[in-house]
């Protein structure tokens, strides 16, 4: 890793980054338009977040929060437990412990430096881990492995069958930093009672695992607490999902975003709440005038990321669908299963539900969600099994009226790798246009991000969805 490099702290730039961009809205507009001419390397990404109105100045607000609680942790007297984006965060703030989220970081840091996280990623495999696992984790990992970041006091994960390199980036920065490390498992089926016990039990154990690490009980009234906040986001972000399905969609691309990045950390607190509050607010107007939730109004085709989205530098992918009035109607990382989800209806068994009556309820509760968590729930057993990968996609598509799937991954993703073709096989059979994209969500020198849109471009271009030339808004 270069010197320069090492020179700051990998979450403090962060944070002085985003605590400066969410304040540049609070002055007159001549003000903010001024001032990004002076953020040249910034520009596109924060004004693409702060036009979305009050939700994305919001955002860039609980961004600056959640980074600055992340770095004053510890002079507060709490915990900070390492974690992953599939761990739901409910029983963390529970126990007052702030949670960092290592593939939220690595975005962070896409997002925002042109360079990308090269650095940090190779800095891990300079240090003995494999350059073969999820460069999602990696991205931030490597600056935190070069102590460049808050040093966690624990590391809580689950998923080893769901995503093996998920789980062994965890395991690989608990051996190296020496500090605790427990991680959920999972049966290959989610539905029958067999795995409802073994999760359940499995989370009794991870409650004592954190009551070990805080020094304290699980504080009843303050877990219900944050079950009543999930039981509100919960409600909000079905009613935002159900808007999905209308055509056009009046859902803004960017809000799957929101959506997921938030629900990864800060579920549970009222923070995510108003975010939500928000964002239905705009999405609501957008409704009522029967506009799609684009800059221009405007949708010409829709499509569902079957997995993940590409994270590349600037929010370009986000700019780049919506230059060509492309909607995104969500991905893995945005369906989380709760009961009253559109797509859970006649599924229930596939979904969670929040129950505060007792404490064994709120825990199995929590156990409930853990296990719905985005690909935990649907990459665990075979891929055509039911309530996995093909079952999810299917119904997502037919439910959204999305005119096609892409598949995005990363170059770690060997589960799917492993199964892709064959799905991408069924939903051609099924009708469904499907394209396997072979970039690295995280990591642009595997393919370039102009590849990626030739290939978005040519394959909609060659069915005949869109012609693939720019639509009303100038590419990015
Ligand atoms: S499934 Fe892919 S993107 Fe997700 S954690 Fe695993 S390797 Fe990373």
């Known amino acids: 890793m270069k010197q320069e490099t090492k020179e700051y702290q990998y979450d403090w730039i962060l944070w002085t980054i985003i605590e400066n961009a969410s304040v540049t809205h609070d002055g007159s507009v001549k003000e903010y338009e001024s001032l990004l001419t002076l953020i040249p390397h910034f ?20 961004m600056a929060r959640y980074l600055k609680r992340c770095l004053t942790a510890h002079d507060e007297g709490r915990k900070v437990a390492f974690t992953t984006f599939c761990f739901s965060t409910p029983v963390l703030y529970a ?25 940090f990623l190779d800095y891990c495999s300079e240090v003995g881990f494999t350059e073969t696992s999820c460069s999602s984790q990696r991205g931030a990992l490597g600056a935190y492995l070069a102590g460049l970041g808050v040093r966690p006091d624990f590391i809580v994960c689950d ?31 989610l539905a029958d009672e067999r795995a409802r016990r073994y999760h359940q039990a499995d989370f009794r154990c991870l409650v004592s695992f954190l009551e070990e690490q805080t020094k304290k009980t699980l504080d009843i009234d303050r877990l219900r607490e944050v079950l009543e906040e999930v039981r509100k986001q919960d409600e909000l972000i079905c009613e935002l999902t159900e808007f999905q399905r209308l055509t056009p969609s009046p859902v803004p691309n960017i809000f799957n975003l929101f959506l997921y990045s938030g629900t990864f ?70 369906s989380f299963w709760q009961e009253d ?8 068994e596939a979904a969670y539900a929040v129950r505060t009556d007792s404490v064994d309820a709120m825990i199995d509760s929590l156990a409930a969600q853990m296990s719905r968590m985005p690909m935990v729930k649907s990459i665990r057993g075979p891929y055509d099994a039911p309530h996995m990968w093909l079952d999810d996609t299917m119904l997502f598509t037919r439910l959204l009226k999305a005119d096609f799937v892409a598949y995005i991954g990363t170059m770690g993703c060997r589960n799917t790798w492993g199964m892709v073709k064959l799905l991408a096989r069924d939903l051609e059979r099924r009708g ?45």
């Not at 989800?341 to 229930?348: D, N």
């Open 341 to 348: 989800a559109i797509y859970a209806a006649g599924r229930t």
């Open 43 to 62: 520009r596109e990404a924060l004004d693409e977040i702060i036009r979305q109105g009050e939700a994305g100045i919001c955002l860039m607000k609980l």
């Open 432 to 476: 469904i246009p499907t394209l396997i994209l072979y970039a690295d969500a995280f990591d642009d020198r595997i393919q370039s991000w102009e590849a990626v849109t030739d290939r978005i471009g040519e394959f909609l271009h060659l069915r005949g969805l869109t012609s693939g030339e720019p639509g009303l808004v100038s590419s990015g």
């Open 159 to 189: 998923s080893p069958g769901i995503c093996d390199t998920n789980a062994n980036s965890y395991a690989f920065a608990s051996a190296y930093l020496d500090i605790p490390f427990f991680q959920l498992n999972h049966p290959p089926t």
């Open 95 to 119: 126990f007052d412990v702030v949670p960092i989220v290592v593939e939220a970081m690595t975005v962070l840091g896409t997002f925002i430096f042109k360079r990308g996280t090269g650095e």
């Open 265 to 334: 950390l800060m579920s549970g607190t009222s923070d995510f709440t108003e975010l939500l509050e928000l964002m239905l607010e705009r999405v609501r107007e957008n409704a009522a005038r029967g506009v799609a939730g684009s800059r221009s109004g405007g949708e010409r085709v829709r499509g569902f990321f079957s997995y993940i989205d590409h994270y590349t530098t600037d929010l370009r992918f986000w700019r780049w669908l919506e230059s060509r009035e492309i909607a995104h109607l969500g991905c893995i990382l945005s």
